[in-house]
């Protein structure tokens, strides 16, 4: 378990920078024109190999090592479990579009979309960023992978709240500021972990969150990193995303051990 090198403040920022590549989203998505973003998806085919193959190589794996088969398989189930409850009562959309507009009534609604878009992604931001800080703790290598991943799976959250808002306001500003402060409450996670669980952190404790962060990324990496992935581009480009990502974090794990 990594102590030194303040891992609180490391965990804070790296959770601030993956929070905030949803303000690059947003204005990825004010600046180009054509809503074409197939790019992404080997970006985000990337994000889901690193998260995936990190949760069940080093996460689960590490805690499996140290609390047991069983308990670490209920931390991690656990994970998931939850997400998946936040992600049943707060769901949100990825993919959104600059439709045409007529009326006063559709207009209402494309701007109340971005904004139940924006909430929704607020909420689910927090247990990100929660998760980025524990694996913080375990390990600023893994702590700066996952940030990385989250990050880029936060440019198309931008995306989704930046464009109604915008197309039923024409204004750039207040799009803008929604994904931003929509991406702030990733920090916000981060900071209550360290209010409610840094007083209590143990070795054991550490290793059941681990457990428990690597079920809620297989989550998001099934439930909304790959399916917005293939709605942005080929299906085979995402399939070289995951594996290039799974390569990169097979070989971080064996050459900075």
């Known amino acids: 378990m990594v102590m030194n090198n303040n891992p609180m403040i490391i965990g804070l920022a790296l959770s601030l920078f993956a929070g905030l590549a ?151 500003k207040k799009a803008f500021w929604f994904s931003f402060c929509s991406g702030l409450t990733e920090p916000l996670g981060a900071l209550i972990a360290i209010l409610f669980l840094w007083p209590f952190l143990t070795p054991q404790l550490v290793n059941i969150l681990l457990a428990f962060v690597g079920g809620i990324m297989v989550y998001i990496s099934f439930d909304e990193i790959l399916p917005a992935a293939h709605k942005y581009g080929e299906e085979h480009v995402v399939a070289l995303g995951i594996i290039l990502g799974m390569v990169i974090m097979a070989g971080t794990l064996v050459f900075l051990r």
């Open 22 to 172: 949803t303000t690059f989203g947003a204005l990825l998505g004010l600046l180009v024109k054509k809503n074409d973003f197939k790019v992404l998806a080997l970006g985000l085919g990337l994000s889901a190999g690193v998260m995936l193959y990190v949760s069940f190589a080093e996460l689960l794996m590490n805690s499996i090592s140290h609390l047991g088969f069983l308990p670490a398989n209920l931390a991690f189930f656990g994970g998931l479990l939850l997400i998946y409850v936040i992600d049943i009562l707060v769901p949100h959309e990825y993919i959104a579009e600059c439709l045409p507009t007529t009326g006063d009534k559709r207009t209402k609604r494309l701007a109340a979309a971005g904004i139940m878009i924006a909430i929704g992604i607020a909420i689910h931001n927090v247990a990100e960023g929660m998760a980025v800080f524990i694996g913080t703790i375990h390990s600023v290598r893994v702590g700066l992978f996952l940030a990385i991943a989250i990050a880029i799976h936060n440019i198309p959250e931008g995306i989704s709240v930046s464009l109604p808002i915008y197309c039923a306001t024409g204004s750039r």
